[in-house]
Nanobody, 119 residues
């Protein structure tokens, strides 16, 4: 099992920056993939960015060039650096981890952290 705890959310003005962190309860070195998703008010949860154990990344078109996902295996932590924030980035941000064990795959989620972009 993996427990995930997000932090770093808050209120920021348009054009500002935030860095989200997702601390895992165990080593993330062998976790197949980790990612960030977000859920705007009244909408479905959607992918923001993912990163595999080999370091390959993938981003939603809406955040390319503004957000950067990274992982620090030594600290068991996933990050999301968010720059040039826009009001439409307002959402609850969740991290997840996909663990593969043999033929099974399990996805774990954190509890989420609120990001509000407003003047």
């Amino acid at each position: 099992q993996v427990q995930l705890v997000e932090s770093g959310g808050g209120l920021v003005q348009p054009g500002g920056s935030l860095r989200l962190s997702c601390a895992a309860s165990r080593s993330i070195f062998s976790i197949y993939a980790m990612g960030w998703y977000r859920q705007p008010p009244g909408k479905q949860r959607v992918l923001v960015a993912t990163i595999t154990s080999s370091g390959s990344t993938n981003y939603a078109n809406s955040v390319k060039g503004r957000f950067t996902v990274s992982r620090d295996n030594a600290k068991n932590t996933l990050y999301l650096q968010m720059n040039s924030l826009k009001p439409e980035d307002t959402a609850v941000y969740f991290c997840n981890a996909i663990v593969i064990s043999g033929a099974s795959q399990t996805t774990y989620w954190g509890q989420g952290t609120q990001v509000t972009v407003s003047s």
